[in-house]
């Protein structure tokens, strides 16, 4: 029988198998991706993958968007689904997804993100800043090349000019990532981590770290770390993955949304890097909320979760 057959395997080895999976399912996503862009705009991304990098075309741009909703697919949702079904016996309680949703944690969770927002520009304004020593200079050249190529591909997609584009943006920046991102690194990795460790902390920060290397940009991997760790308190203090979720999609949504406002001159561009200068009028007091919050939502936490989370033969069924 293929349901949970890998239910008694070790963390490691299913980390394997979801890693296998990814690469399987990305590359197969890719190939069908390639063939309707092939079908609709013509593009031969398979013969020639540079004709994606020609941004200065619309349809390029849109062929840029659509790949990434196979990206997101091939590589994270499906995947983890079929990682679920084969390497668990419950698979909701494995990754802590509940019924029960109380708004007054929904306020919490989406509270702390953006009361943090703050400190999080400071830290993308010092992670940008950062120097590798002198006898990698080359290495940081290029990372700064790669870093610019992303920077460009990023301003391309998100250039939105009529609200539709902005839907359709939101489904694929904000959408997509809070489902299958958190699914994957939140839901599993660090549940698998954690147990392989017998700690849900070292699961946090090992998956966090592994959450933003896997965006391949050094100069903005400590902000994502930080991140890829709140969100991962989150499901510990909350008892449930629906919050994560919720506050990845809050964060991407926002940034999507004040990015249109800015494009059309509804609000300044300043109002996006608010604490990037060392603000700290605006820092501390982010820092202070979003410190109380989580207190808040640490003392209504289940304090039975924490060890069950890190048992590698929990009753999947008592969570």
Do not use: C
């Not at 460009?152 to 920046?173: C, G, H, K, Q, W």
């Not at 308190?233 to 406002?261: C, E, K, T």
């Amino acid at each position: 029988m293929i349901k949970s057959i890998l239910h008694s395997q070790s963390p490691i080895v299913k980390l394997f198998f979801l890693l296998v999976l990814s690469i399987g399912g990305l590359s197969v996503f890719l190939f069908f991706a390639a063939l309707m862009m092939k079908l609709i705009w013509g593009i031969s991304f398979l013969s020639d993958p540079s004709v994606l990098e020609n941004l200065s075309d619309p349809y390029i741009v849109d062929a840029n968007r659509f790949m990434l909703i196979f990206q997101h697919i091939g590589f994270f949702i499906l995947p983890s689904l079929v990682f679920l079904y084969v390497g668990t016996k419950d698979p909701r309680n494995f990754i802590l997804w509940k019924r029960q949703f109380q708004f007054s944690t929904l306020f919490i969770v989406v509270g702390i993100l953006h009361f943090l927002a703050p400190f999080v520009n400071l830290l993308i304004s010092w992670n940008e800043a950062m120097h590798l020593p002198d006898f990698l200079s080359s290495v940081e050249a290029n990372m700064r090349l790669m870093e610019d190529s992303a920077g460009r591909l990023t301003d391309a997609l998100v250039s939105m000019n009529t609200p539709n584009e902005l839907i359709y943006m939101i489904f694929i920046v904000a959408v997509l990532p809070a489902i299958g991102e958190e699914l994957m690194f939140r839901g599993i990795v660090q549940r698998l981590l954690s147990q392989q460790f017998k700690s849900y902390h070292i699961g946090i920060w090992i998956t966090a770290l592994l959450f933003s290397a896997l965006h391949f940009q050094f100069f903005g991997f400590f902000p994502r770390v930080f991140l890829g760790a709140v969100l991962g308190y989150l499901l510990i203090f909350s008892g449930n993955i629906i919050y994560p979720m919720i506050a990845h999609f809050f964060n991407n949504f926002s940034s999507l949304v004040l990015a249109y406002m800015i494009q059309h001159k509804i609000i300044g561009d300043e109002i996006e890097t608010i604490g990037g200068q060392q603000e700290w009028l605006y820092i501390l007091p982010g820092l202070i909320v979003s410190g109380l919050l989580f207190y808040f939502l640490w003392r209504k936490r289940s304090v039975s979760i924490g060890q069950e989370y890190i048992e590698r033969n929990y009753i999947e069924g008592a969570l």
